[in-house]
């Protein structure tokens, strides 16, 4: 966004370089061309420049004002303003000419005066129009700039509330597991498990929801998610997690394929005492391909919404990260179970460029 002190300083750029453009234009197209002696045409150019440059200054002062007043009256003030500055630029122009001739008085003829004031509108109407067209243009800039602000600060508050929604099952399910663990006094194992889960949590809570990470860092926070998954499923759960060579160090929104596993975990079971899941990371040339694959109950796909929350929530933050760039799919295998598949722009972490 542009700030109010650099408007300023284009402001006085552009007034300065405008009028040295005027004083160099009148001095070849005018001055020069009615052969007036150099002591006379010199200070006369110097005199007429400041005194335009000081009008406009003036101006810019009433047109704040005016732009307060209804459209109609604010038009008419500007015009007004217009015509009155150009009739004492012209007077101021033409009155300083003859001092420096040395003539106090000497009436204009209306040919002098009708030329010499068209000159003075048509300059101050050029400037009038100049400074409206650039303000605009500013003002329509800092404004598509704001909304711009505006839908990020969107766009970023959404993306850390979907990253924030934990399902509040896995809390519930994961304490209770604990609790039998306690009860069962299986200390050592209720130990480790709520160590993980605090793990879990911490980086779930406090890594920035925005930032991306490597796929192995992505691996890593999801191994230790399925500890705590395995510590309540025990032997019903089987999970391979592998990623193909040059993978390791893409990079890709955290937490994203964990929410697909307990969406496995929670609607593939069904009527089975056990599940197997493969997490597989690939690459090409240009992209990244994640596919999540289960031996569960498959998808209904007879349903409205068959992908559940955790596929929701997956979908709703790549179209955020990577609108149009991304790619969600999801199906049921020919021997049973249910696959989700991700593809996403390859961006490679900054360590190993």
């Not at 130990?191 to 879990?200: G, I, P, S, T, W």
Request: aromatic fraction near 10%; glycine fraction near 6%; charged fraction near 15%.
């Amino acid at each position: 966004m542009i700030k109010l002190e650099s408007k300023k300083q284009l402001f006085w750029l552009s007034q300065c370089c405008g009028w040295l453009a005027y004083a160099v234009f009148t001095e070849l197209m005018i001055k020069i061309a009615g052969q007036e002696p150099w002591g006379i045409h010199l200070p006369h150019l110097l005199l007429d420049t400041c005194c335009g440059f000081c009008i406009t200054l003036l101006l810019r002062k009433l047109y704040a004002q005016f732009r307060l007043q209804p459209a109609g009256v604010s038009i008419s003030l500007h015009i007004a303003c217009v015509l009155t500055a150009s009739l004492l630029w012209t007077l101021f122009k033409w009155h300083t000419l003859q001092w420096l001739y040395g003539t106090w008085w000497q009436p204009m003829t209306w040919f002098d005066f009708g030329t010499w004031t068209s000159a003075s509108l048509t300059v101050l109407a050029t400037w009038t129009a100049g400074y409206y067209g650039i303000k605009i243009y500013l003002d329509n800039a800092e404004q598509k700039h704001k909304a711009a602000e505006a839908l990020n600060l969107a766009k970023e508050s959404q993306l850390k509330m979907l990253r924030y929604q934990l399902n509040p099952h896995f809390m519930f399910n994961s304490i209770n597991a604990i609790c039998t663990l306690i009860l069962k006094q299986h200390n050592d194992n209720a130990v480790a498990m709520l160590e993980k889960l605090c793990d879990f949590l911490r980086y779930s809570l406090y890594t920035d929801p925005l930032a991306k990470i490597t796929v192995q860092d992505e691996i890593a926070i999801l191994q230790t998610y399925l500890d705590i998954e395995q510590c309540r499923f025990q032997s019903g759960l089987n999970v391979q997690l592998s990623a193909d060579t040059g993978c390791n160090t893409a990079l890709m929104p955290s937490l994203l394929v964990q929410p697909l596993i307990e969406n496995a975990l929670k609607h593939g079971l069904g009527q089975k005492n056990n599940i197997a899941i493969a997490v597989n990371f690939t690459r090409d040339a240009s992209r990244l391909h994640i596919r999540v694959s289960d031996t569960g109950s498959g998808f209904n796909l007879s349903a409205l919404t068959p992908a559940g929350i955790g596929m929701k929530n997956c979908q709703d933050r790549l179209q955020l990260i990577y609108p149009g760039a991304s790619h969600f799919d999801a199906g049921n295998c020919e021997n049973g179970g249910a696959w989700v598949s991700i593809t996403i722009p390859l961006e490679l972490s900054e360590n190993t460029k």
